[in-house]
T-cell receptor, first 116, second 114 residues
Framework: ETGVTQTPRHLVMGMTNKKSLKCEQH?????MYWYKQSAKKPLELMFV???????ENNSVPSRFSPECPNSSHLFLHLHTLQPEDSALYLC???????????????FGPGTRLTVL | DQQVKQNSPSLSVQEGRISILNCDYTNSMFDYFLWYKKYPAEGPTFLIS?????DKNEDGRFTVFLNKSAKHLSLHIVPSQPGDSAVYFCAAKATQGGSEKLVFGKGTKLTVNP
């Protein structure tokens, strides 16, 4: 596997379910990101992890809970979501080396989430 | 309020001609800009970037122009090819202050007709 992979690619869940999205990067990067893309809206940054530490939480509701056990894996735990949370969730990674702010982000294919 | 705007949701050009995709931004702190391309069922792919110390960056058929005074950037693709048909996202970042946050536009869907 190369690049950034995400599983599952599609997920349908009820409002009372608990599910998790998984992201794995095979690029040796140190920074990982979760983005949300809703219909007709720009990509919105949700969380940033750099060297496994969360460095940014973009005012995301607590029903979304990220976890970064190591630099290669990133999870997004979902609990009691709302129908308006239905969207494409994209994971990305970048070098994230300290002081390097011009690094390029590489995206996974995304998980298409539908909340019923 | 959107800080990065791509006012044209779609653009259609003939193969071999030039495609020009436009992007405007409002935040004067933005000093690094990127273009991403996205095919259906795939994540965005990095295409080209430009720092605010430059006004032009070229990579093969792709050139990005930056007009800081107008807070405007554009992506030129010449000659356009049918394989360039995709959604193009403009993104911006304010590197001073250490933020890793990229702000994206809504995207422009480019169709290159054979």
């Amino acid at each position: 596997e190369t690049g950034v992979t995400q599983t599952p690619r599609h997920l349908v869940m009820g409002m009372t379910n608990k599910k998790s999205l998984k992201c794995e990067q095979h690029l040796g990067h140190n920074a990982m990101y979760w983005y949300k893309q809703s219909a007709k809206k720009p990509l919105e940054l949700m969380f940033v992890y750099n060297f496994k530490e969360q460095t940014e939480n973009n005012s995301v509701p607590s029903r979304f809970s990220p976890e970064c056990p190591n630099s290669s894996h990133l999870f997004l735990h979902l609990h009691t979501l709302q129908p308006e949370d239905s969207a494409l969730y994209l994971c990305a990674s970048s070098d994230g080396l300290a002081g390097v702010l011009y690094d390029t982000q590489y995206f996974g294919p995304g998980t298409r989430l539908t909340v019923l | 309020d959107q800080q990065v705007k791509q006012n044209s949701p779609s653009l259609s050009v003939q193969e071999g001609r030039i495609s020009i995709l436009n992007c405007d931004y409002t935040n004067s702190m933005f000093d690094y800009f990127l273009w991403y391309k996205k095919y259906p069922a795939e994540g965005p792919t990095f295409l080209i970037s430009i720092s605010s110390i430059k006004d032009k960056n070229e990579d093969g058929r792709f050139t990005v122009f930056l007009n800081k005074s107008a807070k405007h950037l554009s992506l030129h693709i010449v000659p356009s090819q049918p394989g360039d048909s995709a959604v193009y996202f403009c993104a911006a970042k304010a590197t001073q202050g250490g933020s890793e946050k990229l702000v994206f536009g809504k995207g422009t869907k480019l169709t290159v007709n054979p």
